[in-house]
């Protein structure tokens, strides 16, 4: 059974930055479509960010292009999502999610990643 892990959440105040990273106990993590998304209370599961083998594809969701960035490193087997200036709508649960099966046609539903993290809580204050 594969994991994933996310780590880097906290605490920041409106226009700061924070880094969250995901973590993988398998080297096959380097090689699929990985992604993060967030949910705030009583909303829905948000696509944020993805990418694919090698950084070849990436897409951003609106609410994040030109503050998020994502990346990955294949040796560390990780994927990073850099967050700058970021907004008190930008506080929720982020989770960074692995599609396996590489079947995904939109790559931004999460209904296309079948491994998931715990989640990580990101808290902006105004």
């Known amino acids: 059974q594969l994991h994933l892990a996310e780590s880097g959440g906290g605490l920041v105040q409106a226009g700061g930055s924070l880094t969250l990273t995901c973590e993988a106990d398998?080297?096959?993590?380097?090689?699929?479509?990985v992604a993060w998304f967030r949910q705030a209370p009583g909303k829905e599961r948000e696509f944020v960010a993805t990418?694919?083998?090698?950084?070849?594809?990436?897409y951003y969701g609106d609410s994040v292009k030109g503050r998020f960035t994502i990346s990955r490193d294949e040796v560390q087997n990780t994927v990073d999502l850099s967050m700058d200036n970021l907004k008190p709508e930008d506080t929720g649960i982020y989770y960074c999610?692995?599609?396996?099966?590489?079947?995904?046609?939109?790559?931004?539903?999460?209904?296309?990643?079948?491994?998931w993290g715990q989640g990580i809580q990101v808290t902006v204050s105004s």
């Open positions: 999610a692995l599609d396996l099966e590489n079947r995904g046609t939109t790559l931004i539903r999460a209904n296309e990643y079948q491994y």
């Open positions: 990418i694919t083998w090698r950084g070849h594809t990436i």
């Open positions: 398998s080297q096959v993590f380097s090689s699929y479509p």
